[in-house]
Nanobody, 122 residues
Framework: QVQLVESGGGLVQLGGSLRLSCAAS????????MAWYRQAPGKQRELVAG???????NYVDSVKGRFTISRDNPKRTISLQMNSLKPEDTAVYYC????????????????WGQGTQVTVSS
């Protein structure tokens, strides 16, 4: 099994910055694509940023130029640097990973963290 634990959420003023982190643990054979999703009250969950095993990233248009996703494969972590935050960025942010475990190397599983709250005040 794979566990994902997010950290770094909190309350910040408009224009401020936060850095989210996600640490993967468990009997991990390999981590593939990883991503940050978010869900605001009354809204659908959306993909914010994704990153491949090789480091190629993509972003939803609304955060391009403001957010940066990164990963450290040896440490099995990903981060989301969020700058120039806006009230519309307020949401619960979730870490997501595609991964293989030693128990089932042939299965690419889908794993989620518990989420971390980001609130941007104006």
């Amino acid at each position: 099994q794979v566990q994902l634990v997010e950290s770094g959420g909190g309350l910040v003023q408009l224009g401020g910055s936060l850095r989210l982190s996600c640490a993967a643990s468990g009997s991990i054979f390999g981590l593939n694509d990883m991503a940050w999703y978010r869900q605001a009250p009354g809204k659908q969950r959306e993909l914010v940023a994704g990153i491949t095993r090789g480091g190629t990233s993509n972003y939803v248009d609304s955060v391009k130029g403001r957010f940066t996703i990164s990963r450290d494969n040896p440490k099995r972590t990903i981060s989301l640097q969020m700058n120039s935050l806006k009230p519309e960025d307020t949401a619960v942010y979730y870490c997501n990973a595609k991964a293989r475990t030693y128990q089932a190397v042939g299965v690419l599983g889908d794993y989620w963290g518990q989420g971390t709250q980001v609130t941007v005040s104006s």
